[in-house]
Structure formats: C-alpha cells, structure tokens
C-alpha cells in the first residue's frame, strides 16, 4: 500500500491563522465553518491511509439504526512499513494483536476509546456537546468520554486503515512522554456524568504509564530495606521460592504470580499467530518493544508531574523532525 501525496484538484485544504486550541482548534475550525453541511466526518492524520472500502463500510456502518447512539465509529490501524529498522518491526508486529484484543475484549464490554484518526465521527453528537476540547490537549479521548457522558458510545470496527509507527526510538519517546502527559491531565476534570467503566479504564492507562517508575521505586526499596542479618537477599528469595520453612504462604503467592505471567505471554503469542505475526516476529516485539521504557523511567515521570501541576503537553506529530516550541 503506497500514501498518495499528490491532492485532487478539486480537494479544499483550509488553514487558520493561530495555533490555539492544537489539534482541537483545527477540527473546530473546520468544524464551525463546513460542518453544518455533513452528518459525518472522517478523520485523518497527515500519516494515515483508509481504502475507499474501508471508508464506505465505516459509513454503512454509522447508517445502521442499531449504531444510532454510537457518535465514534474507529477503525483497526496496521501500521505500514517505512524504513523497516529493527525498532519499527517490533511495534508493527505488536500492533495487529494489539487491535485483535482491543476488539474482542476492550470494544465488548464497551471500554473502546477514540485513537484521534482513521474513525467517522457523527457530527451531530459533537455539535451537541460543542465541539471539540480545545483546553485538553488529548481531544480524542475527551471527545469519547463527553460524548459517552450524553450516551454515545465509541465502537471499534473490524475496518483495517493504516498509518506509521515512530521511525526510530528519540520519535518514540517523544510520543510516549505526550501520551503519557495528555492521560495525566485528564484526571484534573472530575467526569461525573462519565460511565464508571471508562473512569476505571483511564485509571489503568495512568497507571501503566507509572508502572515503570513505581517498580524502579520499590525495588530500590527493597534493596535498601533488604535483611542483612539472619536471611541474606539471595537466600530469602530461595526459601520463598522452593517454599521453606515459614515462608510456604509467599511461595504460592509467588509461583501463583508466575504462573499468571506465563500464561499472559502465551496468550499473547497465540494472539499474535492468529493474527497472523510469526512467532519471531513477537520475539523481536517482546525484547525491543517495551525495552525503551528503561531509559524513559525519569523523562515520564518529571513530564507528568509537570502536567499534574497544570503544565499542557505541547502538541507534536508523531514523526515530526524539528518539534514547535510555538505549538499550543
């Protein structure tokens, strides 16, 4: 699949004269100014790709009387290949089971949540609530979330549409660290009218994002608080781990814990080879893709704190070379 860069003669590309409101203040322009002429709208990034089919079943899909109370309609998004580095193989490879799951498991219990692009959105629902967030820099999730508030739902669609991963690991972490940021600032509204499941939902996406600073803060507790005197560290470990005397309640909570782990890893490879991913393709996924993290530990959590003090997260495209310090 080739993203033509070429524009039709007849397409009107419309632009503003301020950058206020980022993401958010474009769709409204657009929004204020066209929208009143359409019932729906599909939204795209600058590296997104949707085939004609993919679009018309996205539009069938939004005239079904039983999708009537559904205002975003998202589709799957395979990332396509660009420079094929080893980085970039292991987020593709996890992207198509990542999507699996998000739709057999997320969209069925109606955790589904706007990606931001390759999605209809009904634009009556949005007109309803008035327009998009323009203070919040992560529009997409707040779009779904004020529109679950007036019962519309977001529904994931088994539609494949594409767009590209981050080239190398600096684009990465810098798409991390907003990510990271924009679901920080959401939790300084109070979301009452919000479904509880969606609440718990980006209870968890916060804190995933700080699982890499809290294990990296226990185990330097546990370093620091490990017994020196009658049990050295390493012996310890032995005894809960082959369950010695006194220690035979922390062994099954351990090995329970290991089991648990075990069967998510393999879950998620047959996932994967159900979907088509090649088992060395997952293990290439597995070691590179969650590694980065390390080196993430103290950027992520400074770059939230920073958003929990009321600091917004500046607003940069994923593959952007020279990011806008003007941006807002």
Not at 126 to 146: A, Q
Not at 192 to 217: D, E, G, I
Request: net charge positive; with cysteine.
């Amino acid at each position: 699949l080739r993203v033509q860069k070429s524009l039709p003669s007849d397409a009107l590309v419309v632009r503003r004269n301020t950058r206020h409101g980022a993401k958010g203040g474009n769709l409204n322009h657009w929004l204020w100014r066209f929208g009143d002429a359409y019932d729906c709208a599909i939204l795209l990034d600058s590296d997104s790709y949707i085939p004609v089919a993919s679009a018309d079943r996205l539009v069938r899909t939004a005239q079904h009387r039983e999708n009537s109370n559904v205002g975003i309609i998202q589709c799957k998004i395979q990332p396509l290949p660009t420079g094929q580095t080893i980085f970039e193989r292991a987020l593709i490879a996890h992207a198509r089971p990542r999507m699996r799951l998000l739709k057999r498991v997320h969209d069925s219990v109606g955790l589904s949540l706007s990606f931001g692009h390759n999605q209809l959105i009904r634009l009556d629902a949005v007109r309803l609530i008035g327009g998009f967030d323009e203070e919040l820099s992560s529009e997409d999730t707040v779009l779904s979330l004020r529109l679950a508030a007036k019962g519309f739902y977001t529904r994931l669609v088994d539609i494949w549409s594409y767009d590209t991963e981050p080239h190398d690991l600096d684009i990465y972490a810098r798409r991390t660290r907003r990510w990271a940021r924009q679901t920080t600032e959401l939790f300084s509204r109070p979301w009452f009218s919000v479904p509880l499941a969606l609440k718990l939902q980006l209870c968890r996406h916060l804190l995933a994002y700080m699982f890499p600073s809290l294990a990296t803060l226990l185990l330097a507790i546990s370093i620091w608080s490990s017994p020196v005197a009658r049990f050295p560290a390493q012996a310890v470990f032995m005894h809960i781990l082959f369950g010695g005397e006194g220690f035979e309640s922390y062994s099954v909570r351990l090995w329970i814990a290991l089991a648990a782990m075990f069967l998510s890893v393999a879950m998620r490879l047959i996932n994967g080879v159900l979907e088509g991913v090649s088992l060395k393709e997952q293990g290439i996924a597995l070691l590179f893709g969650t590694a980065p993290y390390a080196g993430l530990i103290v950027p992520l959590s400074l770059g939230m704190l920073r958003s929990a003090l009321g600091k917004r997260a500046p607003f940069v495209p994923t593959n952007a070379r020279q990011p806008n310090s003007n941006r807002k």
